[in-house]
């Protein structure tokens, strides 16, 4: 079993700051890749910003600039670092990982319940 928990959601003002967190546990093996995710009602859930390998990130257009992705590999852990908070920011912020749970096994993705972020004009 993996669960992933996430803290650090929350309601601030436009131009504020908020740091979102994320840690992994249970059946562990390696943990490929992380990310986070967003979604409001009614539309799709688009992706925010992705770290690989620790190393290797990508953002989406809208955050760029604005957000930054880093991640923790000893303990299992990403952070969403957001600047500049804008209303359309507001969204419902997902975890989601790429755990190996077994050597060669295949890795899946997991994901966490959710962290509300509200950003009032």
């Known amino acids: 079993q993996v669960s992933l928990e996430e803290s650090g959601g929350g309601l601030v003002q436009a131009g504020e700051s908020l740091k979102l967190s994320c840690v992994v546990s249970?059946?562990?093996?390696?943990?490929?890749?992380m990310a986070w995710w967003r979604q409001v009602p009614g539309k799709q859930r688009e992706l925010v910003a992705r770290?690989?390998?620790?190393?290797?990130?990508v953002y989406a257009d809208s955050v760029k600039g604005r957000f930054s992705i880093s991640r923790d590999s000893a303990k299992k852990s990403v952070f969403l670092q957001m600047d500049s908070l804008k209303s359309e920011d507001t969204a419902v912020y997902y975890c989601?990982?790429?755990?190996?749970?077994?050597?060669?096994?295949?890795?899946?993705?997991?994901w966490g319940q959710g962290t509300q972020v509200t950003v009032s004009s």
């Open positions: 770290v690989i390998g620790g190393v290797s990130t």
């Open positions: 989601n990982a790429l755990v190996v749970t077994k050597p060669l096994i295949p890795a899946r993705d997991f």
């Open positions: 249970g059946n562990v093996f390696s943990v490929n890749a």
